[in-house]
């Protein structure tokens, strides 16, 4: 159910309109055409879809300072913005409108910029972090998320908990459904939701009350079965060890260890 609602709360924030290409290609993919120019719901079709694209891209740009200096402090001194390729765009576009199912509200309201940085190691993905003007965030992420399928960053993420000890023992997710960056845009852009409408700042909320004490504590009953990972402030497990971490895992309402 916690689940179902959250991901219905992503699916609310990034609802970004139709699928989007440059208004050039657009224009190119429907040729002025006699057919076209007579028809005005192709007229109006078109001119929404090239709306909808102008806005999207406008949301594609250079991460923020702040955001850059973040990644820094973590130990990633090499990160640096990353232009896209025509290429990557054209991926960063479909899977922006592949978030799309209601409206635009949320993002146009508080969305400043999703931007990429190259010197971000595989297992990391990005960060949402507070734009120059007040009341917007930006979301940066690593650009080779770009091209990762979906069952290599879960696989990664989820190897960070542990350590090899010789015990044969290995951690491996798989990812269906869709791709590495559509699940990270999805991620990062509920951060952009819960901040922007304080949804896990009230204690009552479905997604605090019994389930968080605070911004980084876990309530006592689920703090027992929650082992101290890497994910909280405790170091990598010997992967003998997965299995009981992940049986643990199990008896509560978090989808992943990152989860906890």
């Known amino acids: 159910m916690a689940l179902g609602a959250a991901l219905v709360l992503a699916t609310v924030w990034f609802l970004l309109g139709n699928p989007v290409m440059a208004p050039h290609a657009i224009i190119a993919a429907f040729p002025h055409s006699a057919a076209v120019a007579q028809d005005p719901e192709k007229k109006g079709s078109l001119r929404a879809e090239q709306n909808s694209t102008a806005t999207l891209i406008a949301w594609v ?12 402090k973590a130990g990633m001194q090499t990160v640096q913005p990353h232009i896209l390729t025509a290429e990557e765009r054209t ?29 971000v190691p595989g297992e990391g993905t990005g960060l949402t972090s507070p734009a120059e003007k007040a009341g917007l965030y930006a979301i940066t992420l690593r650009a080779s998320v770009i091209e990762e399928p979906l069952t290599t960053l879960l696989t990664n993420k989820g190897r960070r908990v542990c350590t090899e000890d010789g015990s044969g023992v290995t951690i491996a997710v798989a990812g269906t459904g869709t791709n590495a960056l559509t699940y990270v845009l ?10 922007s409408c304080g949804i896990t700042a ?9 389930i968080w004490t605070s911004h980084s504590t876990l309530a006592p009953s689920l703090a027992v ?16 060890k997965a299995s009981s971490l992940y049986d643990a895992l199990a008896q509560t309402l978090f989808v992943s260890v990152y989860a906890t």
């Open 186 to 195: 999805l991620h990062e852009s509920t951060h952009v939701l819960d901040i």
């Open 61 to 72: 740009g250079e991460p923020p300072q702040g955001g850059v200096e973040e990644f820094k």
């Open 202 to 210: 009230d204690s009552s909320s479905r997604f605090v009350q019994d």
């Open 225 to 240: 079965l929650a082992l101290k990972t890497y994910f909280r402030d405790g170091n990598p497990l010997p992967v003998a």
């Open 91 to 119: 991926t960063v576009t479909a899977a922006l409108a592949s978030l799309s199912t209601l409206d635009t509200r949320v993002p146009k309201e508080h969305l400043h910029t999703v931007a990429f940085v190259v010197g």
